[in-house]
């Protein structure tokens, strides 16, 4: 008797070669190696400038929001809403329970954002098979043949035993791709502009100072010559005195082709591109740009809105709206994130009280305030005191 994962109860296997691992099973690493899509290694792709600060943003800005459950709601006149619940089950409020919720969401993102897919394993079902427990598992413990999944040598049995969350998929591949592995060969290159600003003083023969004898030196004294100078000038800025016929020259040092800078500009321009983030957010300077000032509130909304959420959070919720009871659904709440400033918010406000779309205890509940309740309209009318 062997209990299959995520299932509600043992199930007798009667062909322990059906479910056994295959050799063949390409696991994570080697279908990006087979592929052509993984020219440079994850850990590689995070040393380079950009990559680990843009994979932190998304990350950190992601688990920040939290993760909510709405209901469906059909009015008498058949008008749908979706109406928050809330104490929302424990599959949203904490989907491992041996990890804080913000963990879990950090582990999935950092999973689609830096290999371009992440698995969750069912733990714990209720009594009508609906998931109350997942947890995130290492890519390489999944592996995919003919369409089925494989988890640590067990294939999936029911279809909610893994969920599998891609950044994107190559048409008829079930495995992921992120902005690495799309990118790996940009990356390569960045990485060899790594290596040759490394490498440019140590094995590039550039020196800074050049001594000349007139006369013919032999290796040992044009040794002791060199010594000689670096202990009595090293690290000193005053003059230096001469004499006979040794012949000094400073030479001067190209800061920008000892730095690559110009590479190294264009390559945080293209991190930033290939993340869908604002060039800003990695300190790139956009030479020539008319973008005009934004706040770093306003530079994480818009990741927020146009990379984080749709590229993201929306999957996110997919998956978990599926592990829900029909007519629920799983919502980021976004609102914190996406506000506005007070100015602009108290404005719109005024004017949704005014043409009766919102009322002022419904304001207030979005600003955090506690109702006005029955003193509601009394105090809406009366006039504020002028000093």
Do not use: C
């Amino acid at each position: 008797m062997k209990r299959l994962f995520g299932s509600p109860s043992p199930v007798e296997l009667a062909d322990e070669s059906s479910v056994s691992i295959q050799s063949n099973l390409p696991s994570h690493t080697q279908w990006l190696e087979w592929s052509g899509l993984y020219p440079i290694s994850l850990g590689g792709a995070m040393g380079i400038p950009g990559v680990l600060q843009a994979n932190g943003i998304i990350t950190d800005l992601g688990s920040q929001i939290p993760l909510t459950q709405e209901k469906q709601i059909i009015d008498d006149d058949g008008q749908v809403r979706w109406e928050r619940i809330p104490k929302p089950r424990a599959i949203i409020r904490r989907p491992n329970p041996l990890e804080p919720v913000e963990e879990t969401m950090r582990e999935l993102l950092a999973g689609m954002a830096g290999a371009g897919e992440k698995y969750l394993v069912t733990t714990m079902r209720d009594s009508s098979g609906k998931p109350i427990a997942v947890k995130p598992v290492p890519n390489n413990d999944v592996t995919i043949r003919n369409g089925e999944y494989f988890y640590q040598g067990l294939r999936q049995r029911l279809w909610s035993d893994i969920w599998h969350l891609t950044y994107f998929r190559v048409d008829g591949q079930k495995r992921g791709i992120g902005p690495i592995q799309a990118y790996a060969l940009h990356l390569q290159g960045s990485n060899v502009v790594e290596s040759w600003t490394r490498d440019y003083f140590s094995k590039g023969g550039q020196f800074t100072t050049r001594m000349h004898a007139k006369d013919e030196l032999d290796p040992n004294d044009a040794a002791q010559l060199k010594q000689d100078w670096i202990d009595t000038r090293g690290g000193t800025l005053e003059p230096a005195v001469t004499s006979g016929d040794l012949e000094v020259t400073v030479e001067a040092l190209d800061a920008d082709k000892a730095q690559a800078l110009d590479t190294r500009k264009w390559n945080l321009q293209m991190v930033a591109s290939m993340y869908r983030l604002n060039p800003y957010l990695l300190a790139a300077s956009m030479s020539g740009s008319s973008i005009t000032y934004q706040t770093l509130p306003d530079l994480a909304a818009e990741a927020i809105r146009l990379t984080i959420y749709p590229g993201y959070l929306r999957k996110i919720e997919t998956v978990f709206s599926e592990m829900l009871p029909y007519g629920h659904r799983a919502r980021f709440d976004l609102r914190e994130f996406l506000r506005a400033d007070e100015k602009t918010r108290m404005e719109t406000a005024k004017t949704a009280i005014d043409a009766g779309v919102l009322t002022p205890d419904e304001v207030r509940a979005d600003e955090g305030r506690r109702p006005l309740g029955a003193n509601s309209a009394t105090r809406q009318a009366q006039p504020q005191p002028t000093s």
